[in-house]
């Protein structure tokens, strides 16, 4: 028994990908691996097909039609996130990027590459198009947002977002975003691999029902910073 516990030491040493794996919970989503395209806002280029969507599950009462869910696709130069949510207006007075758009509507996403360290990089995208973008050190549950320097070329994420509009009015939007690995470099297990496993959340906050209304695909109880709480996705 001693041998055996010692082999598994020296395994998680040698291979600190295990650990992530050990780390994970629930059931780990598999990311599927595509090549390049233009983001439109609208998830209509055909390599969306061979990902399946996923829903997220509502925390809070009100807006009980609101359905939220997403998809996610990897290729040798980024990662691809499609969001879609039921919506019947916009709610938010945010005009810039890099406000405080976690007070308005927007879709978030948080990539987790080294579950072992409590670094993580997070991403919200309006439904006026307006983006924050942070590396979030969380040490003890202080919590702290740093931009990314020279955000530019290469390194920006490319978005878009649609609005979908019937003779009612609105009916949903949807985000498209890209984002590249030069952007997420240097955190750890970055780019990804096949087999490479990260931690990872995708979110939306509504504010139409006068509060605060949260969508999480990770377990959380009360914030989306819960970052021990997220669940594992595996590049294929």
């Not at 395994?11 to 595509?34: E, K």
């Not at 829903?55 to 130069?77: N, Q, V």
């Amino acid at each position: 028994m001693q041998r055996i516990t010692l082999v598994i030491s020296w395994m998680l040493v040698l291979c600190p990908s295990l650990l992530f794996a050990f780390q994970s919970n629930g059931d780990t989503l598999n990311v599927t691996s595509v090549s390049d395209f233009k983001v439109t806002g609208k998830g209509d280029k055909p390599q969306w097909d061979s990902a399946s969507w996923i829903s997220l599950t509502k925390l809070d009462k009100g807006l009980e039609d609101y359905d939220t869910r997403y998809k996610i696709l990897y290729s040798k130069k980024g990662i691809y996130v499609l969001f879609s949510g039921k919506d019947k207006k916009i709610t938010s007075t945010y005009q810039n990027d890099f406000d405080d758009l976690y007070n308005a509507d927007v879709f978030e996403v948080f990539f987790h590459t080294n579950p072992a360290e409590p670094l993580y990089f997070e991403y919200e995208i309006s439904a006026l198009n307006k983006e924050l973008v942070l590396l979030i050190p969380n040490l003890d549950g202080k919590i702290m947002g740093w931009r990314p320097w020279h955000y530019e070329k290469e390194r920006l994420v490319q978005k878009a977002v649609n609005i979908v509009k019937d003779s009612k009015g609105m009916q949903s939007w949807t985000a498209e975003c890209f984002f590249p690995y030069a952007l997420l470099q240097p955190l750890q297990a970055t780019p990804p691999k096949k087999g490479t496993v990260w931690n990872a959340n995708f979110c939306r906050l509504d504010y139409d029902a006068g509060h605060m209304v949260k969508w999480s695909w990770s377990p959380i109880k009360v914030t989306f910073h819960e970052f021990k709480a997220f669940k594992s996705i595996r590049f294929q």
